[in-house]
């Protein structure tokens, strides 16, 4: 029976974002703004280093090389172009190239003049051999339930590709794509990793009404604070082009709903089984009882998780970290009331408070529901 709606499940989800969710391709450019046609792309492979020289000494010094690459890919394939100043910090790590690396190199019009650049080293193998690997231990370890959740990855990825981003894209309000969004992959990708049972309903219950007391939270911040999205690099480049008519608060409200969820996603399942498996183990247990004991266990859950929250942050601005380090003339204050730190404070405020209040609410659902049973599914 589980199966039968397992493929009901993807039927829906194979049908409704050609639906619903599709954007038609046809559609008239944002703001009056023509398309501008893309670079192309091939990746290549260094046939031959030139020249090779260092500019700069000691720590400042770089590689700067003449290539000559073969196209390996794309309608000139087998072409071979020289690329002449190949070189910098951000450029393979500033380690130069040798004859035989893949590359992937960008053909783009400079003044009517056709140039090729060296855009990256080419990674891509590498990374489909990191994805087997984890897509193996995640089926290996758990089994259907690790399919299913690869399953509401590759939906939840999905979702943000093809519905979130092309509407925001098209001028819709991003914090109620994104909400939209969140409802989706909530509802989606927490039956294809947990099942159909009562305890995964229980689940995406409480993620829904705690993700709308989130939003609330992350509205009331975001205007008390007064950011309006523009604390990041990328936010910049928004502002111009078909993107320009973008409201970079609703996207930053936006984010932070689709952060929120992903915590949620984690709190709310594992309060939600843990009062289950207790009423498994004693069905003679009480509302009260069940609750008691769930909420114990949900608070050392908190615990870690508001560590885990600002670690996952941390990692990802560490080189921010070592920045305000260098720069230590500047006051701590300073910092702190600069708008990209103030995004990533209130971040990490409404994520925690969402986790925090999401235990009380899932426990007590599940504390009610299942103790109004003595036989559990």
Do not use: C
């Not at 936006?254 to 996603?265: E, F, K, N, P, Q």
């Amino acid at each position: 029976m589980q199966h039968k709606k397992l493929v009901i499940l993807l039927a829906f989800l194979i049908l409704v974002p050609r639906l619903a969710l599709a954007q038609d391709n046809n559609s008239e450019p944002i703001d009056g703004v023509q398309n501008i046609p893309a670079d192309a792309y091939y990746k290549a492979q260094v046939t031959q280093i030139v020249n090779q020289e260092y500019l700069g000494s000691g720590a400042d010094k770089q590689i700067f090389q003449d290539l000559k690459v073969k196209i390996l890919s794309g309608d000139e394939k087998n072409k071979e172009v020289e690329i002449d100043r190949v070189g910098g910090v951000n450029i393979n790590g500033g380690k130069g190239f040798k004859a035989g690396d893949k590359v992937v190199i960008d053909k783009t019009t400079d003044n009517g003049q056709t140039v090729y650049y060296v855009e990256d080293i080419y990674r891509i193998p590498a990374l489909v051999f990191a994805t087997i690997i984890f897509l193996l231990v995640a089926i290996f370890f758990s089994r259907w339930r690790g399919v299913g959740s690869i399953l509401g990855l590759v939906i939840t990825i999905a979702v943000i590709i093809k519905f979130v981003t092309p509407q925001i894209i098209a001028g819709k309000n991003p914090i109620e794509i994104s909400l939209i969004g969140a409802f989706i992959i909530a509802f989606v990708s927490l039956y294809l990793a947990h099942g159909f049972n009562k305890r995964t309903s229980i689940a995406i219950l409480s993620t829904f009404i705690t993700l709308s007391l989130s939003i609330a939270m992350a509205y009331g911040f975001v205007h008390f604070t007064r950011l309006f999205g523009n604390g990041s690099e990328e936010s910049v480049y928004l502002q111009f082009g078909p993107t320009g008519h973008i409201n970079l608060q609703g996207l930053l409200l936006g984010g932070i709903i689709l952060g929120a969820l992903g915590v949620l996603d984690d709190i709310t399942t594992a309060q939600s089984a843990t009062v289950h498996e207790l009423k498994k183990a004693n069905p003679s247990s009480t509302f009260k009882q069940l609750y008691t004991g769930a909420a114990s266990v949900g608070q050392e859950h908190i615990s870690s998780l508001i560590n885990t929250l600002f670690l996952a942050y941390a990692g990802v601005a560490l080189p921010l970290f070592l920045l305000f380090t260098v720069n230590g003339g500047t006051p701590i204050w300073i910092t702190l009331n600069s708008e990209f730190i103030a995004e990533e404070i209130v971040r990490t405020l409404v994520g925690s408070i969402t986790l925090i209040v999401a235990v009380p609410i899932t426990t007590l659902l599940a504390a009610y529901f299942f103790s109004r049973r003595k036989e559990e599914a």
